[in-house]
């Protein structure tokens, strides 16, 4: 049941205007009075409130544009002269743009948002194990952070430690950028497969690879900024 949110600020859903209660169509503001909307709490992310597809291919100027025009449109000024709860709303929308801007400019926290909201992955819970193809640079990096750490305490030759360090360093960069690589092209993959609808079985088996794909990715990033602490520190 479509619902709404009353004057009292009492929080629902819904596509009603409570102005004129006409059909507000989930909008920013009513098409029959124009009057600013209460945010769709049930249907409503990020990507519906720019209105965009939820797609992870998004043109970045075309995303910057539209954040400009819902700020001028969202501004306070615009409002100075309305009720309460309307500047509250607007508040509200506000809040929720810079929020949603934030999130889908970056391709990584786009992805991660689009997960989320799927219930592919969980916030705070991302899995951190070596990939099985990783293991053996994993274990001689560790051997070798483990050796610095040493030598920083017992006053051994550090610069050795730092040369292999500073390569393997070098070494999960470079594997982090391909793993980017990779993740840009499962976003095509994405894509594609929302453009296929009702292949629901389709873009189920690309978020599955999306999330895993991020898995690896948080598990090199940390291993390269580790690194890079420790050398700091050396």
Known sequence: MNATRTQTGAATDAAICWSCRASADGGHFCSACGKIQPLARRDGDYFSFFALPRKLQINDG???????????????????????????????????????????????????????RAGVRKEGTTKQQAPPELLEEVFELNESLDELREARQEGGDLAGLRARLAEAQKNFQQKLEEVDAELARAFAEWDKAVDANGDEAGRQAVMSKLNEILNRRSYIRNLVRNVGEELAQA
């Open 62 to 116: 075309d995303l910057e544009q539209r954040f400009h025009q819902l700020s001028w449109k969202l501004h306070p000024d615009n409002f100075v002269k309305a009720t309460d709860y309307e500047r509250n709303l607007a508040l509200e929308r506000s809040s929720e743009l810079n929020d949603a801007y934030r999130t889908l400019r970056d391709p990584v926290s786009r992805v991660e948002y689009l997960l989320l």
